[in-house]
């Protein structure tokens, strides 16, 4: 779980394990219901960012609040052009939206919303992610890139980001 607070809005990121046999559609269900009833106790908090595992992960976390700094815009269109193209070349890929880059400290993270299919397993749907994953950090040229938070959500019902 980590916690960021950009000027006085407050983001919690963290991650949900769910059952592997699930689809994607009702994992994100159950964790869509997940946030909405934490930000009705919570209403401090800005935004509720979840990351679906289909088994554990140990994670790294912050136990500090961090202040952030958002991307400068031109060098955030460069990266979501290198994002755009590489997530097109997935053909299970159906598209994107939320990217989202801060800098604290000496790290950078990225945050970006994928599509998929709402019937593809969620254990395919993980693999897909971790490959996703993996490429960005290859592909992104930012040094101090520390962590890439992905999070998949079914296309269907989606008329918001990019789709392909």
Known sequence: MNVFRIENKYFLSLAIVVDDSLSLEKAHELSSLFESQLKEQI??????????????MLKKSLT???VCTPIEPKKKKEIQDSLSSLLKSIPEVKGYHGLELWAALDFCILELHIFFKGA?????VHILTTEVEQ?????????????????????EGR????IF
Do not use: C, M, W, Y
């Open 43 to 56: 209403p401090f908090i800005a935004r509720i960012i979840t990351h679906l595992e289909s088994k554990t």
């Open 135 to 155: 490429q960005i950090k290859k592909i992104i040229k930012i040094d101090n890139l520390t962590e890439v938070i992905l999070h998949s959500e079914p296309l």
């Open 120 to 124: 593809l397993n969620i254990s395919r």
């Open 159 to 162: 008329t918001d980001g990019v």
């Open 64 to 66: 500090d609040h961090l």
